[in-house]
């Protein structure tokens, strides 16, 4: 018995050795299939190789980047977005992004926003969930520090000292905790899209008789806001609304 396990740990070790390989091969001729300008082949390679080994940033980067190339744009964009959704601070990605968006007809200027709140979602953007969460649980631990030093110092000085330490990093450490909690809801509510067909028209209601509002063309991002039957209420950056066939966008 013992025999036959050390086999089946031995044979497993060899699967994954194997399997291991076989998936750095399919990344690396994907990577060269890129680079020879082969880039239908080069999306074919990198779609296998996010089926074996699983996606990351950089494999949604690298996907975009061939999808660009072949003048697919909302394919480009959409995988730049996925790639942001889990490495926010690329600054890669962000600004192949901006080359991709600006080949999307739409020119949709936002609705102004209050400038703290681009403050925050800017240092928010700084580390993923995981990094945040690991900052709020070292500035909560330092926070104690400050509570006991509050508590048992005879000093008065430390004790002030470590009474308003622990104010301070008690709300960074909130802080953190939250943008951790911004960042996982990012990468789990998928209330964002992009639009696939050439051209939609915007309906006013979830059918073909709702009055057009609005015509979206391929490569503009949306946010989705409700769903009926095969109708998707969008809006848009400028806060305009109007119903799309579902099929005619791909969630991000």
């Known amino acids: 018995a013992i ?6 740990s031995f044979l497993l070790f060899v699967f994954i050795g194997i399997s291991a390989v076989a998936q750095n091969a399919v990344w690396n001729m994907a990577n060269e299939a890129y680079s020879r300008e082969e880039y239908d082949k080069a999306i074919e390679l990198y779609w296998k190789a996010g089926e074996t080994s699983g ?3 950089t494999y949604y980067y690298n996907l975009g980047n061939a999808y660009y190339k072949n003048g697919e744009i909302a394919n480009a964009i959409l995988n730049y977005e996925r790639a942001l959704i889990l490495n926010p601070k690329n600054e890669d990605v962000r600004f192949n992004l901006a080359l991709a968006n600006m080949k999307v007809v739409d020119r949709i200027e936002p609705t102004g926003r209050f400038f703290l709140s681009v403050w925050i979602e800017s240092i928010q953007n700084l580390c993923s969930s995981n990094v945040w969460a ?11 520090i400050g509570v006991s030093v509050y508590f048992f110092m005879q000093n008065i000085t430390m004790r002030k000292f470590g009474f308003f ?3 301070v990093f008690l709300l960074l450490s909130l802080s953190a905790i939250y943008f951790s909690a911004q960042q996982e809801k990012n990468m789990t509510v998928r209330d964002k899209a992009i639009i696939f067909a050439p051209t939609v028209s915007a309906k006013s209601s979830p059918s073909e008789s709702g009055t057009d509002l609005f015509i979206l063309h391929e490569g503009t991002k ?3 806001v409700d769903k009926v039957s095969t109708w998707t209420e969008v809006r848009l950056a400028d806060g305009t609304r109007g119903w799309i066939p579902t099929k005619s966008m791909e969630v991000i």
Request: net charge positive; glycine share 8%.
């Open 3 to 8: 025999m036959m396990k050390k086999i089946y």
């Open 55 to 57: 996606v990351s940033s």
């Open 134 to 144: 690991i900052v709020g649980i070292a500035l909560f631990f330092v926070f104690a």
């Open 165 to 167: 330490g622990a104010i």
């Open 222 to 224: 949306v946010s989705v």
